[in-house]
């Protein structure tokens, strides 16, 4: 079985590099204004996000969402 994916840009990244990323890209204020969610606004860490986003789907797949916008606009050489 092949398991290359060499056109999905989320393979080999996992959630706290994508996390830690969003962080020092957008900071925690910022961030928590962009996807609503407590573990963002309240007290944030990685810890306590990266537990919220690994058992909660819809939330995992906004911070993806933000991610992939967040390499395609750094992508066109946007700030």
Same mark, same amino acid.
């Given at each position: ?9 989320? $393979? =080999? ?11 020092? =890209?957008? =900071? ?10 407590? +573990?963002?606004? $309240? ?5 306590? +996000? ?26 066109? =050489?946007?700030?």
């Amino acid at each position: 079985m092949n398991t290359s994916q060499p056109k999905n840009p989320l $393979h =080999g990244i996992t959630l706290e590099m994508i996390l830690n990323e969003l962080v020092a =890209g957008y =900071g925690w204020e910022e961030l928590g204004r962009q996807i609503d969610i407590r +573990c963002f606004n $309240h007290e944030p860490s990685v810890s306590s +996000c990266l537990k919220f986003l690994r058992r909660t789907p819809w939330a995992r797949e906004r911070v993806e969402s933000l991610y992939l916008y967040m390499l395609r606009r750094n992508k066109a =050489g946007r700030p």
